[in-house]
């Protein structure tokens, strides 16, 4: 589906529940963040739930249990993968945003946030600083194969629900920019958010 499909088809509903995934270094959280901000959702990181101090995984009923909570609430943003774990808020989404950027891009803007990470972006447990390990860069290489099958059954499981393939960075400004277009919003605010745009949406360094 076209960029400019997608943007015809987006409404001031679309953006009750928001379920945000993809390749690692492809900006998702920042994006999560900012449309935050924007639509006055909660947003939730599910890696602050996964993980535990010094990136220890925390019980996994325990993990569920989290994320059950937060899916049955009316309005938010989730933001992260738990592929296992898709269903539960994929079948409860108002829309479904994939961050498909080039693999080679999200490698190096991992390595990057090790030097310049967004404070604003608190999308880890405490005591689980900024790390590239092996196994990281494995899982980003090989993320869309690991997912392709699993979005295909809930795409044909849920075709009410709007899904989404995110590839560019001006593509996630064009989500952006159809907010401020749904919602009723005074010229001062208009500037504002195009302001928030040009600065955190068009340079993620996340």
Not at 16 to 44: C, N, Q, W
Not at 90 to 105: D, E, H, I, S
Request: glycine share 4%; hydrophobic share 40%.
């Amino acid at each position: 589906m076209c960029m400019q499909e997608i943007y015809s088809k987006l409404s001031k509903s679309s953006f009750s529940r928001v379920m945000i995934f993809g390749i690692p270094g492809s900006g998702k959280s920042t994006f999560a963040v900012r449309l935050g901000e924007l639509v006055h959702l909660p947003v939730d990181h599910l890696d602050r739930h996964f993980f535990v101090a010094n990136w220890a995984e925390r019980d996994y009923s325990e993990f569920l249990q989290i994320q059950k909570t937060l899916v049955e609430k009316e309005r938010w943003i989730i933001d992260g993968n738990s592929i296992k774990s898709f269903e539960m808020r994929f079948q409860r989404a108002t829309l479904v945003l994939y961050f498909k950027y080039n693999r080679l891009l999200c490698l190096w803007r991992i390595f990057k946030r090790l030097f310049r990470k967004n404070p604003q972006i608190l999308d880890k447990a405490e005591g689980c600083p900024e790390k590239v390990r092996l196994r990281l860069i494995s899982y980003l290489w090989g993320f869309d194969i690991r997912v392709s099958h699993s979005i295909q059954e809930l795409c044909k499981k849920y075709p009410d629900v709007p899904f989404y393939v995110v590839q560019s960075d001006r593509e996630a400004e064009k989500i952006i920019q159809k907010f401020y277009h749904e919602f009723d919003t005074s010229k001062e605010s208009q500037d504002t958010i195009v302001n928030a745009i040009k600065e955190k949406i068009c340079k993620i360094p996340q």
